[in-house]
């Protein structure tokens, strides 16, 4: 079911969060950029996987912006609309379509005319309104709720899922030929365990941004916490990092005592690699990948340093 939300829509560049997030964002999609500099000016539909708070949205605009497009991106939540009024903001309705409809207005397919049409959580829209929506996909054009004119439009769709869709389509919960029509260009968005290089730089800029904000000091970062931070499985990602800050800065302690998800246990071992990887890429970064300048500061031969860089998978350059 649709759940009511007032921030179901909005227009790009509304969205304080797309503002705050855009620099981290950019961070962990470096090794989109590639491809998304590819389709970004094709006029081709774009399907984005990841989990919470990996920056779906952020990916979205930044497609927008490289694409080319005259129109907006037009942002819908499509777990925020409620479920009764769904088709009439999707597709917008004629005067007296139903009781209420006193006027005409476009929904937000229309007014992505000639931009891009971002539908977020995707996974969440009833089996009706995907049905329709196949519709509008495979004729590039809408009827209004009460109407049977059909206007042409000249725009992009990208979606955004949590789950894969192939695995709701085999619960039935997607439709089979809507998840053809878009499966063209799929993006797996990464998440922040897979980029352990990256969580404490953004850890302290999101500290810095919360401090500013709340015009305190911020604490110093300590060796031990360095480590709770890279021994988090981050389940919630960039969002769950945020706030994590936020906590640190407030003086709370800034991982909640959630119980880690079953299925992404963190052994000790696991634990070990990933401090182990972390300080051997800072040590990287600060001295330019100097590897003499590396091993002196580590105190390990050269030979086990370029043995741990390939086993850990960290670029030498």
């Known amino acids: 079911m649709f759940r009511k939300n007032s921030d179901a829509y909005h227009w790009a560049g509304s969205c304080p969060e797309f503002a705050s997030a855009a620099y981290i964002s950019e961070d962990i999609h470096a090794t989109l950029s590639p491809l998304v500099d590819v389709i970004a000016p094709l006029s081709v539909d774009i399907v984005l996987e990841g989990e919470t708070g990996t920056g779906k949205d952020r990916l979205a605009r930044r497609i927008h912006q490289l694409s080319g497009c005259s129109g907006p991106l037009v942002a819908v939540n499509c777990a925020a609309i ?4 769904a088709e009439s903001e999707l597709f917008g309705v004629v005067s007296g379509a139903y009781t209420g409809a006193s006027r005409s207005r476009a929904g937000y397919v229309e007014s992505a005319d000639k931009g891009i049409l971002f539908l977020d959580e995707i ?8 049905a329709k929506m196949l519709r509008v996909l495979e004729n590039r054009g809408v009827e209004r709720l ?3 004119l059909f206007k ?11 789950t894969p869709l192939n695995q709701l389509v085999d619960k039935g919960l997607f439709r089979r030929d809507l998840y053809f029509r878009l499966d063209t260009v799929k993006i ?4 922040l ?7 404490v730089p953004m850890f302290q800029r999101f500290c810095n941004e ?3 904000r709340l015009k305190v000091s911020p604490p110093a970062v300590t060796t031990h916490l360095y480590e709770r931070l890279l021994a988090h499985a981050w389940p919630g990602n960039i969002r769950e990092l945020k706030a994590a800050a936020e906590r640190w800065v407030l003086g709370l302690s800034p991982l909640a005592s959630v119980a880690e998800p079953a299925h992404q246990p963190l052994q000790l071992k696991d634990r070990m690699r990933r401090i182990e990887k972390f300080l051997i890429q800072d040590a990287m970064r600060r001295h330019g990948h100097c590897i003499d300048r590396v091993v002196t500061e ?3 031969p050269k030979r086990t340093l370029y043995h741990r860089l390939k086993v850990l998978n960290v670029s030498a350059r």
């Not at 409620?82 to 009024?85: A, C, R």
């Not at 996974?123 to 995907?130: K, R």
């Open 188 to 191: 797996q968005l990464p998440t």
């Open 210 to 212: 919360a401090a500013q």
């Open 123 to 130: 996974d969440s829209m009833p089996l009706m309104l995907q």
């Open 82 to 85: 409620p479920e009764s009024l």
């Open 298 to 300: 580590l105190g390990i």
């Open 193 to 199: 365990r897979s980029r352990t290089d990256l969580i």
């Open 152 to 162: 042409p439009l000249d725009m992009r769709v990208i979606v955004a899922t949590q």
């Open 146 to 148: 009460g109407s049977t």
